[in-house]
């Protein structure tokens, strides 16, 4: 039986987990779960899983939960705050935690959990495009197990040999390329011309994958890819030259590795996070995620395209950040966050993202952090300079 600690439970990712987890009590048991602000699926999860402990980090309605789970009777500990993420994140009796906060809130408890030597299921990217470095060097440290959860990266580990799983170098194991996948989003065939009256309705809807409405929207503008391509460039300790993004609209092929003797391992699934999240919390066995299995029948053709810097330019600001270093790719995410933020808020129109991404780098790509502390303020600078040109 193992313990698994949720960061971001109430998310498309926490309920994913929970639901792997449920089909599966005889081994994995809830130690803890956070969640931002909503405390109502927080309380009804914490009276399903019954958790030592629960995080509610905006405390506006920590005493109404309190109430209420002492109410029915329930034992979870209820903290409130960013400092007790950190604190569920190390819990002693956890074998795994999940780490699913969005964006830059998720640095500190990941690292944390990193710190504490746990297998670490990533889905919060940010981690990996704010401090790659020093965030891999914590993982060799400390002897964390780190096992992506996206479904390219976890689809890329699938494909790799078992040596290149455990950290050895991949040109050494005749691996040439990463080969990363993407459906190109809602917006993979509209006019160019009509890219400024698009609404946030419209860039949440994704066609294949159901996400949380910061993610859609990093997808309708490829950002997403971008971030998973840094993601990735620590991910496999692999130069950015050897990763190529390459869009599938179907969305059934995962990601692909290319090898030296011209062949391309693939990993392909439904679009159904459970599937790496099970792979992840099982590895190395392989147990059932609830996943419907691919009926090649059914399935059509498949179909592979280069992506249109002016359609994607967020896709391209990343990858060029990737290749600037950390502080640019740290400016990256935090201008994008802003950015998303004020789009999806009808703040600014969505081709704005871009441009404040692109203003953003041009006045901080080029700094230079080497430590936790450079980070956080450089990615306070580049959200600071992206709020200041927002319309008011």
């Known amino acids: 039986m193992q313990g698994v600690v949720i960061l971001g439970a109430t998310g498309s990712i926490g309920d994913s987990t929970l639901d792997v987890i449920a089909r599966h009590p005889d081994q994995y048991r809830v130690v803890a779960l956070s969640a931002h602000s909503n405390a109502e699926k927080l309380l009804a999860l914490c009276l399903r899983f019954k958790p030592e402990q629960a995080v509610l980090v905006d405390g506006a309605k920590a005493p109404w939960l309190a109430a209420e789970l002492k109410k029915a009777g329930g034992k979870t500990e209820l903290l409130v705050g960013e400092a007790a993420l950190c604190e569920i994140a190390a819990h002693p009796d956890a074998a795994q935690v999940m780490a699913a906060i969005v964006g830059a809130a998720g640095l500190l408890p990941t690292l944390a959990a990193v710190k504490a030597g746990k297998r670490v299921l990533l889905a919060n990217k940010e981690a990996l495009v704010m401090s790659g470095e020093l965030f891999m060097a914590a993982v060799r440290e400390h002897g964390a197990e780190l096992l992506p959860i996206d479904s390219e990266h ?183 966050e802003v950015a998303v933020a004020a789009f999806l808020a009808g703040r600014i129109p969505f081709t704005s993202i871009a441009q404040l991404v692109e203003e953003a780098l041009a006045r901080f790509g080029r700094e230079t952090v080497s430590d936790l502390a450079g980070i956080l303020a450089l990615d306070r600078q580049g959200r600071q300079f992206v709020e200041n040109r927002l319309p008011c």
């Open 154 to 336: 976890n689809a890329i580990f699938q494909s790799l040999p078992y040596a290149c799983q455990q950290g050895q170098g991949l040109k050494a194991h005749g691996v040439t390329q990463l080969l990363l996948t993407g459906s190109g989003g809602p917006f993979r065939s509209r006019e160019l011309a009509t890219f400024g009256a698009i609404t946030p309705a419209e860039a949440v809807a994704h066609p294949n994958w159901s996400m949380g409405q910061k993610i859609s929207v990093d997808s309708a503008t490829m950002m997403n890819k971008g971030l998973e391509f840094i993601e990735a460039r620590w991910l496999f300790d692999c130069p950015p030259a050897d990763i190529q993004v390459v869009l599938h609209p179907q969305s059934i092929i995962h990601s692909m590795v290319r090898y030296a003797d011209g062949s391309v391992l693939a990993q392909m699934g439904n679009p159904d996070m459970r599937t790496p999240i099970a792979h992840a919390m099982a590895y190395p066995e392989r147990i059932d995620a609830g996943v419907r299995p691919l009926d090649f029948f059914s399935l059509g053709q498949f179909s592979f395209e280069a992506p249109d810097p002016a359609r994607y330019p967020c896709l391209y600001l990343a990858i060029d950040a990737c290749k600037a270093g950390q502080g640019a790719t740290t400016v990256l995410n935090a201008a994008n």
